[in-house]
């Protein structure tokens, strides 16, 4: 399961379940329509739980069933002894499984750039004289310096 819903494979084909649920019921799905819970359990596939809607609709429908909260609302703020953080988090327990800095596949930096990054910026230069310098755009060093990427190497 991903994200609650229940995936099916043959020969590397993936399909998330309700929708497979829904064409063996009803038909082919019209394209860029979803497959919507009116239970509101992903990984139900009975038909009469299912319909069809747009992004848009399957969004409205969640306000209207008050989920998909936000900010003060949300569960995060309603229940924050549940928020696991620092060494409870699951990055934490299972830092072998989250590459981080350079060993993720595709980064542009090393630890030793992002060192350099923090340090130069420290000084006074500019983040766009930053981001020439390293050829990365101005968002990935302005969150290199405010620590909200790298922040292992902090």
């Given at each position: 399961?991903?994200?609650?819903?229940?995936?099916?494979?043959?020969?590397?084909?993936?399909?998330?379940?309700?929708?497979?649920?829904?064409?063996?019921?009803?038909?082919?799905?019209?394209?860029?329509?979803?497959?919507?819970?009116?239970?509101?359990?992903?990984?139900?596939?009975?038909?009469?739980?299912?319909?069809?809607?747009?992004?848009?609709?399957?969004?409205?429908?969640m306000?209207?069933?008050?989920?998909?909260?936000?900010?003060?609302?949300?569960?995060?703020?309603?229940?924050?002894?549940?928020?696991?953080?620092?060494?409870?988090?699951w990055?934490?327990?299972?830092?072998?499984r989250?590459?981080?800095?350079?060993?993720?596949?595709?980064?542009?930096?090393?630890?030793?750039?992002?060192?350099?990054?923090?340090?130069?910026?420290?000084?006074?230069?500019?983040?766009?004289?930053?981001?020439?310098?390293?050829?990365?755009?101005?968002?990935?060093?302005?969150?290199?310096?405010?620590?909200?990427?790298?922040?292992?190497?902090?």
């Amino acid at each position: 399961m991903r994200g609650g819903y229940g995936f099916i494979s043959n020969k590397g084909d993936s399909r998330v379940v309700h929708r497979v649920s829904w064409e063996l019921t009803f038909g082919p799905i019209t394209e860029g329509m979803k497959v919507c819970h009116s239970c509101d359990n992903p990984p139900c596939v009975r038909p009469t739980h299912l319909f069809l809607g747009s992004q848009a609709e399957n969004l409205s429908d969640m306000r209207q069933k008050g989920r998909g909260r936000s900010g003060d609302d949300h569960w995060t703020h309603r229940n924050p002894e549940k928020v696991k953080r620092g060494a409870d988090h699951w990055t934490s327990r299972k830092s072998g499984r989250s590459p981080r800095g350079e060993a993720v596949k595709g980064s542009k930096l090393t630890d030793d750039q992002v060192r350099e990054i923090r340090r130069l910026r420290a000084e006074g230069v500019l983040l766009k004289d930053l981001a020439a310098r390293f050829h990365v755009a101005i968002g990935t060093v302005h969150f290199i310096v405010t620590g909200q990427t790298w922040r292992h190497l902090l």
